[in-house]
């Protein structure tokens, strides 16, 4: 609180930009309408077939396989990202060396100390977010594991297996949405970092992360191949 008083106008216009730009994405990708089209969203329609088709299977090796390879990916970010906290909070403990370390770099360096230690516990914040919303997707794709080895057997005409089918897509978009929440706290991260070297970096990068992730969630070519086409 004492470093508040420091901060600048641009600070807090930068903050705004940040802020809006993440909770703006995150809104705009995941509620709106306009954002249906997306990658997340489209990649759900393919969930609900992968649980349709699974259901349809009575030796379900390969899709416990699947689900083992979805696990070992957010096992390998929730893991890396304890190590990244670790290092931030040693940071934090050694901001008065760090801050020698800052004055000397380009666009201004980090401030005093205080203000220093506000702009690493935001990067601190937004990692630790991360952790949380990985572990949490960890668990929900625990959760799916159990359904798939209590799934029936059916086609999709039989009755209870089109709703089966829907519990186990919903459990897994929910796992998957948590997944992608972890990642895009990553990329918000990263642009964080950029408050160290200068207020305005904050605002500039977090603008060019929104950018980025638009483009790679209704732009791309993955976004291409996965929608249907005549």
């Known amino acids: ?26 809104w705009f990708s995941e509620r709106s309408q306009r954002g249906a089209g997306g990658l997340t969203r489209t990649s759900q329609n393919y969930r609900l077939l992968w649980a349709l088709r699974m259901l349809e299977r009575e ?17 390998f970010y929730a893991n890396t990202t304890i190590y990244i906290i670790a290092g931030l909070v040693a940071a934090l403990g050694a901001s008065d060396k760090l801050l020698s370390i800052t004055a000397d770099l380009p666009f201004g360096g980090a401030g005093n ?14 990692f630790v977010f991360a952790y ?3 572990t949490w997707s960890l668990r929900q794709f625990n959760l799916l594991s159990i359904l798939v080895g209590a ?38 991260g990263l642009a964080a970092s950029g408050w160290l070297l200068n207020p ?31």
């Open 132 to 134: 949380f919303k990985f």
């Open 200 to 230: 305005a970096a904050l605002g500039a990068l977090a603008i060019v992360i929104l950018v980025v992730l638009y483009r790679r969630d209704y732009q791309s070519a993955a976004l291409h191949i996965l929608r249907d086409h005549d």
């Open 151 to 188: 799934a029936p057997f059916g086609k999709r005409e039989e009755a209870g297996i089109e709703t089966y089918a829907h519990r186990l897509a919903g459990a897994n978009s929910l796992a998957g949405d948590d997944f992608n929440r972890g990642i895009r706290a990553y990329y918000f």
């Open 113 to 126: 100390q205080e203000l220093l230690e506000i702009k690493l516990m935001l990067v601190l914040a937004c």
């Open 59 to 75: 030796n379900r090796v390969m899709d416990s396989t699947l689900i083992g390879n979805l696990v070992t990916s957010v096992s």
């Open 1 to 26: 609180m004492h470093a508040l008083p420091h901060l600048t106008l641009t600070d807090w216009v930068s903050l705004v930009i940040y802020f809006t730009s993440w909770a703006g994405y995150a």
